[in-house]
């Protein structure tokens, strides 16, 4: 079964502290993508990656940063977690091959809380 | 810019009863996929159906079809003969043929009563 694999589902952080979230997919995908889900607003893009070591901002990529080292592994970086990015992080992917009908497999999620 | 507009936040539906769930969206892309995902309270976003912008016929997949109108660019949801399992968040998305960018709309949340 292909999967998309977020590394935590609850977290717990401390303002100022420096956060890690890690997403794993093994479909050989070339696209992967962080999102931010808040009520009320659906999701929302941080930054995208179509390969190793290339990365996009999306619609929200203040105080995130991402890493791309392996094609089956793409980091979210919150330099210093604020209160205001307690949110849902949603990590997907998707394949390159073809264009606007490729759906996007997404992982179980991790909701961060910073106090 | 795209916007996906889903215009009921909450929804409620008597069990084996039909629903409809809207989604209108705005692009001037020629070619643009239209997908459905349900996101069940284990968090998980589920795909559930997907109409491409030159499918001239309906997308269906079991108890899930969708309403396409290409000229009121709009693609609601039918959800036939719900079940106690389809209460969940239903958002609709759009794909571009540009970076493989998805954008969701805001979601419905849909409660099946017993």
């Known amino acids: 079964d292909v999967k998309v694999t977020q590394s935590s589902r609850y977290l717990v952080k401390r303002t100022g502290e420096k956060v890690f979230l890690e997403c794993v997919q093994d479909?050989?995908?070339?696209?992967m993508f962080w999102y931010r889900q808040d009520p009320g607003l659906g999701l929302r893009l941080i930054y995208f990656?179509?390969?190793?070591?290339?990365?996009e901002k999306g619609d929200i990529p203040e105080g995130y940063s991402v890493s791309r080292e392996k094609k089956e592994r793409f980091s979210l970086i919150l330099e210093s977690a604020s209160t205001n990015q307690t949110s849902m992080y949603l990590c997907a992917s998707s394949s390159r091959n073809r264009g606007y009908d490729e759906k996007l497999f997404f992982g179980s999620g991790t909701q961060l809380s910073v106090l | 810019a795209q916007k996906i507009t889903q215009t009921q936040p909450g929804m409620f539906v008597q069990e084996k009863e039909a629903v409809t769930l809207d989604c209108t969206y705005d692009t001037s892309d020629q070619s643009y996929g239209l997908f459905w995902y349900k996101q069940p309270s284990s968090g998980e976003m589920i795909f559930l159906i997907y109409q491409g912008s030159y499918d001239e016929q309906n997308a269906t997949e079991g108890r899930y079809s969708l309403n396409f109108q290409k000229a009121r660019k709009s693609t609601n949801l039918v959800i036939s003969a719900s079940q106690l399992g389809d209460s969940a968040m239903y958002f609709c998305a759009m794909g571009r043929n540009t970076g493989n960018q998805f954008y969701f709309g805001t979601g419905t949340s849909l409660t099946v009563i017993p």
């Open positions: 990656s179509y390969d190793v070591k290339m990365k």
């Open positions: 479909m050989d995908h070339e696209n």
